[in-house]
């Protein structure tokens, strides 16, 4: 079976956006012919303060010159999210250093990797990093949920069902899968998100429409 690797950001609004998208080809596709989706860490700012939180919309407006560039700009992005289903509330959002989020994922990751080696529950492979990803991703886009607060993110965790989920997250655990991440992201060329690898040859970025990820799918499988 095909892998996708998956970088993106938890506050990247085309990532939500774009996982939607590459959930509805996928959907479209026979089961046997769908790729194993890993999803991997990239910052898109990874110098704010890890453990604080502001609003996003004081960060929005100095990046794109002004509050009245800001809402033009949040409003096409809320306008093509509902499109995919998704209600963004760019009002409520809080800007965060998203290492802990990602940390999370790798702790989901780490148990489906464990699921995938026991084979009373190798079909459960990939579960809980999806579900972590879909919750991070609805929690801050659309319900304005801080991912700097340890208990919120540990909560998320455990409602996927990740084991003693706080205390590996007070340990520390997931750091290095998260530089391990950063670090690949960095070796492939990924300077944007969301970017899309298959079986570690071929690679596309954007949140493509369905059409455009079957085709890029297609063509993975031709050249293999």
Do not use: Y
Request: include cysteine; charged fraction near 25%; glycine fraction near 8%.
């Amino acid at each position: 079976m095909s892998q996708l690797d998956v970088f993106s950001d938890v506050v990247c609004p085309w990532c939500f956006i774009g996982k939607r998208r590459l959930e509805e080809a996928l959907a479209s596709l026979p089961e046997a012919e769908r790729p194993t989706v890993r999803w991997h860490a990239f910052q898109l700012d990874p110098t704010f303060p890890e453990g604080k939180s502001v609003p996003s919309s004081q960060a929005l407006a100095r990046k794109f010159g002004g509050v009245a560039r800001m809402k033009q700009l949040t409003a096409h992005v809320a306008e093509v999210a509902k499109g995919a289903g998704i209600h963004m509330n760019f009002e409520q959002q809080l800007q965060v250093n998203t290492r802990l989020a990602h940390r999370a994922v790798a702790l989901a990751r780490h148990d489906d990797a464990n699921d995938a080696n026991d084979a009373n529950d190798a079909k459960k492979g990939g579960r809980r990093a999806d579900v972590v990803v879909e919750a991070l991703f609805k929690a801050h886009f659309e319900d304005g949920k801080d991912l700097a607060n340890v208990e919120f993110v540990a909560s998320v965790l455990d409602a996927a069902g990740v084991k003693d989920a706080r205390a590996r997250l007070d340990a520390g655990e997931g750091n290095d899968d998260v530089d391990g991440d950063l670090t690949a992201a960095a070796e492939f060329g990924v300077s944007g998100v969301p970017f899309f690898i298959l079986d570690e040859r071929i690679g596309m970025s954007g949140a493509q429409p369905k059409e455009t990820f079957l085709a890029f799918l297609a063509e993975a499988k031709k050249s293999a």
